[in-house]
């Protein structure tokens, strides 16, 4: 009673979706399609049940699924819905899950493991889309990628860990990455790449090991009230924890506009003097907390829940 109690409150928070991705509705209005099977494919499995659109996708097993190639949403109006799982939850490994071409589609409450690619791929300009509440750990390229002119995106609260490439974001228009932690990342949290109007708030990113967050090619919005721990890699300086490129060769491969603001560490350093604006750029409303508080909000609510083992020992750290 209690694990179906704790799951309908986050399933609460994770319907109230803010940022670029807020009117995004997927399929939580739609025919309930059941996955009852965690096979690769067949009856009852969940690449069976995202071969068409205009659903909500609920689960009726729990355990890994363990794929033998990619999955591709490329269908419209789906709400992939792991608040729904029995207490064990769902993990998918192995091959990503490439969303690719679609709008309204919300991913929430999974786990991705050990793609040998992506854990989770937005691209060929797919629109409104949410990934929440998941835990992307361990893939062999990105965590989560958003890429190829896709557009009015939130990614929140989400745990990316141990990925070196945790997430690329290339050609993307309206980008909301909050209340996510990275930790033991190597870079990219994020990189953005010519992308027009992002916010970047409340996040926690530990441990990084190359760079933090890095803009360029034109890239413009906010990065707000982020925490920021000493990178693992002692040969790495501080400063590199947010990179704004300027002064390069080509013009082209500089930032735009870039508000950074109230946002703490690594360690005494102060990353705000780096901001190239004035003022915030415009952007739909996120709940924000203070740069100092925000890790321990995100310890209680970040991932997929109910935690697994690996999850635990994460945030332990």
């Known amino acids: 009673m209690l694990i179906l109690l704790f799951s309908h409150s986050l399933f609460a928070e994770a319907n109230s979706c803010q940022g670029y991705g807020a009117d995004t509705r997927g399929g939580d209005d739609s025919p309930i399609v059941e996955v009852t099977s ?3 494919s067949g009856p009852g499995t969940l690449r069976t049940a995202l071969s068409d659109g205009n659903r909500r996708v609920i689960f009726k097993v729990g355990g890994t699924i363990e794929l033998k190639s990619r999955i591709e949403v490329k269908h419209s109006r789906i709400t ?3 608040f729904t799982a029995p207490a064990q939850g769902i ?13 309204n589609v919300i991913v929430r ?16 300009k797919s629109r409104n889309i949410v990934i929440d509440h998941c ?11 958003i890429t190829q002119g896709a557009r009015d995106v939130t990614v929140s609260w989400c745990l990316l860990a141990e990925t070196d490439k945790v997430m690329l974001v290339d050609s993307v228009t309206n980008l909301s990455i909050h209340h996510n932690l990275f930790f033991k990342d190597g870079q990219r949290h994020p990189q953005l790449h010519n992308v027009r109007g992002f916010d970047v708030r409340n996040n926690v990113i530990r441990q990084w090991r190359v760079y933090g967050i890095r803009a360029r090619a034109g890239s413009k919005g906010n990065i707000i009230n982020n925490f920021f721990g000493l990178s693992s890699n002692p040969d790495k300086p501080l400063n590199r924890a947010v990179i704004i490129v300027k002064g390069a060769e080509k013009p082209e491969a500089n930032a735009g506009a870039i508000f950074i603001h109230g946002n703490v560490g690594p360690g005494k350093l102060n990353m705000n003097v780096l901001s190239t604006a004035s003022k915030p750029y415009a952007c739909p409303k996120v ?4 740069a100092s508080e925000v890790e321990a909000k995100l310890r209680k609510s970040v991932g997929a829940r109910p935690l697994d083992t690996a999850d635990r020992q994460y945030l332990s750290h």
């Open 38 to 40: 965690l096979a690769d």
């Open 80 to 82: 992939l819905d792991g």
């Open 91 to 103: 993990t998918i490994t192995k091959m990503p899950l490439a969303i690719r071409g679609a709008s």
């Open 109 to 124: 409450n999974l786990r991705f493991r050990d793609s040998v690619d992506d854990n989770i791929r937005i691209h060929e």
């Open 135 to 145: 835990s992307c750990s361990r893939a062999g390229d990105g965590a989560i990628d």
């Open 287 to 290: 709940d924000t907390l203070p």
